[in-house]
Structure formats: C-alpha cells, structure tokens
C-alpha cells in the first residue's frame, strides 16, 4: 500500500475492507490513495476555500449534501469516518476504474472515465478557469492526462513509501 508510514494500522485495514468491498486489486487501491493524497494531502480536514470542496477526496458541498451531510459535517469526520462516503461516490464508477487517470476522472469528472488521455475535458468558461493550474502546456485547454499529471506524481511518490 502506498504511503504506509503516513496511514494508521486502522487506516490501513478499513482501505483494505474498501478494496475488498469492490473487489479491487492492490493497484486500484494505490490508485485511489493518490488520488486521495492528491487532492488532500491524505488529510479529512482539508478544504479548498476557492470552491468549499472538503475532506479526502474533496467532496463539493451539493454532494456532500446529496449523500446526506454537509461540508461542514464532513469536515467533522475522521479519515475512517469519511470512507464510507468515498465508497458511496465510487460506488456507480468502481468496476471502470481500472487505470489511475479514470481512478481519479471518478473523482474531477466523472463522465471523462474510459475517455482516451487526449481528450479535452476544460477547454473554456468557469469549469477551465477553475481548473486552469491543470493546463501543463497553457493552451487554453486542459486534456485528461494533463488533469492527472500531478495524480501521477503523487502515485509515484507513493510507491518510496509502500509497504
């Protein structure tokens, strides 16, 4: 598991029973945990003050309301305490999140899953601006791949520190 020395034993076991309850393999879940530490820093408390967006997958507030909480809530919640509702966002995408980009297009953009990594998911408006920082090659348009470079460079991370 990457990041081992950053997750608890308890961490540990309630990723690997998230795993187990999708049938994922051990890749999958590295997937998941640098898509966490991505957009976190592994971190429940962490909130993006731009778009309100909270916890370890950065849940928008209309979603943590669509699972029946708040942002605020949210925030409230343990790491454990917030797997239940990462389970509950993969829940329609677990069994198409075969690579890291669709692990974590789950999470930005979940319509982009199996779309080829030279597709442009922002390309104008509020949506590119919000998400311009992803624009690696400033061309006004930003590609999957280009969205999960920086998921790639957290997985890579990840893997010095597997157990």
């Known amino acids: 598991m990457i990041y ?3 997750l608890t034993t308890a961490e540990k076991d309630a990723l690997k029973q998230l795993q187990a309850d999708f049938s994922w393999n051990d890749d999958q879940l590295n997937y998941l ?3 966490m530490c991505f957009e976190s820093n592994l971190n429940p408390k962490a909130k993006n003050k731009t778009s309100g967006a909270v916890g370890l ?3 928008m507030p209309a979603i943590c309301k669509a699972y029946g909480t708040t942002a605020d809530e949210m925030l409230k919640r343990s790491f454990i305490g917030q797997l239940p509702y990462v389970k509950k966002h993969f829940m329609p995408y677990y069994k198409r999140t075969k690579t890291l ?3 974590y297009m789950a999470i930005l953009m979940p319509k982009y899953i199996g779309y080829a990594e030279d597709y442009v998911i922002f390309s104008e408006g509020a949506k590119y ?3 311009k920082a ?3 090659n400033k061309d006004h348009r ?4 280009e ?3 920086y998921v790639f460079k957290r997985y890579d991370e990840g893997l010095k520190d597997a157990d």
């Open 129 to 131: 601006e919000q998400n």
């Open 142 to 145: 930003v590609t999957k791949a």
């Open 101 to 103: 980009s669709d692990m």
């Open 57 to 59: 997958i950065q849940f």
């Open 33 to 35: 945990i640098a898509c």
């Open 134 to 136: 992803l624009d690696r």
């Open 4 to 6: 081992a020395s950053r």
């Open 147 to 149: 969205a999960c470079y």
